[in-house]
């Protein structure tokens, strides 16, 4: 009798466990159903401003990249640098990326001599001389 009582505890355990993570399951239903394809997580797992910068490099064939304002501080930059390797971060790269969101725009950090190349919602791209 005993090990039936446990049995059923156990059941109804396993059923409250699988109940309890229908909200997680219908919140990541996409990313588990295609668990193993190419890229599928990046838009939950990563930063907007480094998708669209890793999208800008791939578009561009950019083969180094420097980053001023915003995109320098801690995360963004590791993350940016992260995610688009093996493309570098270089200090010394004529391919500035800066943050153009209302909250974060660092285009007063613009040096003279560049030019606007791609223009993203939160990330543009200048080729400065």
Do not use: W
């Not at 969101?101 to 190349?117: F, R």
Request: aromatic share 10%; charged share 20%; with cysteine.
């Amino acid at each position: 009798m005993k090990a039936m009582n446990k049995i059923i505890l156990n059941l109804f355990l396993i059923l409250l466990f699988i109940l309890s993570s229908l909200k997680f399951y219908q919140s990541y239903d996409n990313v588990l159903f295609n668990a193993f394809q190419k890229n599928i997580g990046n838009e939950i797992a990563v930063y907007p401003e480094v998708i669209e910068v890793h999208h800008m490099i791939e578009k561009l064939q950019i083969k180094d990249f420097n980053l001023n304002g915003n995109l320098l501080n801690g995360l963004p930059l590791q993350r940016i640098v992260e995610f688009v390797y093996p493309i570098r971060f270089n200090p010394l790269s004529k391919n500035l990326f800066l943050s153009n969101t209302i909250e974060d725009n660092d285009i007063a950090l613009l040096p003279s001599g560049c030019n606007l190349i791609e223009e993203g919602s939160r990330v543009n791209l200048y080729e400065c001389e």
